[in-house]
């Protein structure tokens, strides 16, 4: 019986979360409930446990890489050897993502996984305006960032440029200070930072040729906009690119191209939030009758409002 005591409690130690009943058969414990016990705690375990393995690339072992699990809260990143550790339920799916190469999910089906990233070489091979051309910007070195013309100016509408590319580029803050139509939205590169004389707006180019707005660009003219982020810009363009630089490209047309024609229109309307009645010459005559009975002189609102303007009113009515 003592022995059946003891049995009982380092079991209890063993599973906290868990209560079994077994059944006692001539003083001694089931064998057969005892195993599906243990069986049944041990493939429930199984379902959450540590996850770990590699991250490699084409080269070798790749350090930094954000590890998560989809739907969860729990995640990680690899280190300098591309080792990963992270706690997973069987059947659930990791996301490893890292800048350059292309977000990849995995389910969980072992403890181990080692895991390969491909190369993100779309963003390197696409041709982005500088200073008199265009380069593939993978042979650039300095912060250049792009914005997809097709996706915020062509397939919406808008008012103009600047409010169309608010929020489009990371580090490109563009805002407009006023809801005035055709106000000159304020745009500024890494930072709201100011020069001596207080401007800190970016050089503005189409076609290489400075403008004072981009209020002055037509949407539907725009081809391509490149934005040049960092100070190494000035060395193309001179002091007036110290801030940064908005490259906008117009359409042009080509010999061996086709004739095509885009139209687009917009309607808008106005109407005033509430009808007031004007007076006519019968109000005019109605403050000119009250003040006379007053007896009082014209001050504030009916100053030059007198008899003499009344009748000049009622002989152009």
């Given at each position: 019986m003592r022995k059946f005591v003891l049995f009982s409690v380092a079991l209890g130690l063993s599973f906290p979360s868990e209560s079994y009943s077994f059944?006692?058969?001539?003083?001694?414990?089931?064998?057969?409930?005892?195993?599906?016990?243990?069986?049944?705690?041990?493939?429930?375990?199984?379902?959450?446990?540590?996850?770990?393995?590699?991250?490699?690339?084409?080269?070798?072992?790749?350090?930094?890489?954000?590890?998560?699990?989809?739907?969860?809260?729990?995640?990680?990143?690899?280190?300098?050897?591309?080792?990963?550790?992270?706690?997973?339920?069987?059947?659930?799916?990791?996301?490893?993502?890292?800048?350059?190469?292309?977000?990849?999910?995995?389910?969980?089906?072992?403890?181990?996984?080692?895991?390969?990233?491909?190369?993100?070489?779309?963003?390197?091979?696409?041709v982005v305006v500088v200073g008199y051309g265009t380069q593939k910007k993978g042979n650039l070195t300095g912060a250049v960032s792009s914005i997809n013309v097709k996706e915020n100016l062509q397939s919406r509408p808008i008012a103009d440029v600047g409010r169309a590319i608010q929020g489009t580029t990371p580090g490109f803050s563009v805002t407009v200070p006023s809801g005035e139509v055709g106000s000159d939205p304020t745009m500024r590169i890494r930072g709201a930072i100011s020069s001596i004389q207080g401007n800190s707006s970016p050089l503005i180019l189409v076609d290489n040729v400075e403008?004072?707005?981009?209020?002055?660009?037509?949407?539907?003219?725009?081809?391509?906009?490149?934005?040049?982020?960092?100070?190494?810009?000035?060395?193309?363009?001179?002091?007036?690119?110290?801030?940064?630089?908005?490259?906008?490209?117009?359409?042009?047309?080509?010999?061996?191209?086709?004739?095509?024609?885009?139209?687009?229109?917009?309607?808008?309307?106005?109407?005033?939030?509430?009808?007031?009645?004007?007076?006519?010459?019968?109000?005019?005559?109605?403050?000119?009758d009250a003040l006379e009975r007053v007896g009082g002189t014209e001050t504030g609102a009916f100053y030059k409002v007198n008899r003499e303007s009344y009748e000049r009113a009622v002989e152009w009515d």
């Open positions: 059944a006692k058969k001539e003083g001694a414990l089931n064998r057969d409930n005892l195993t599906s016990a243990f069986l049944s705690s041990s493939a429930k375990n199984a379902f959450q446990n540590t996850v770990q393995g590699t991250v490699k690339d084409g080269k070798g072992p790749v350090s930094g890489v954000s590890v998560s699990v989809i739907g969860g809260t729990a995640s990680t990143k690899t280190d300098a050897q591309g080792h990963f550790k992270i706690t997973a339920a069987v059947g659930s799916k990791l996301r490893f993502s890292f800048v350059g190469y292309v977000t990849k999910e995995v389910a969980v089906t072992s403890a181990t996984l080692d895991v390969t990233l491909a190369d993100d070489n779309q963003a390197l091979d696409e403008i004072p707005s981009i209020q002055y660009v037509n949407p539907d003219d725009v081809e391509s906009i490149t934005v040049l982020k960092d100070a190494a810009s000035s060395s193309i363009y001179g002091a007036k690119a110290a801030f940064g630089v908005v490259l906008i490209k117009t359409k042009t047309g080509g010999s061996a191209e086709k004739v095509t024609v885009n139209y687009s229109n917009n309607f808008s309307f106005q109407n005033p939030y509430k009808k007031l009645e004007m007076g006519r010459v019968n109000a005019l005559k109605y403050t000119i």
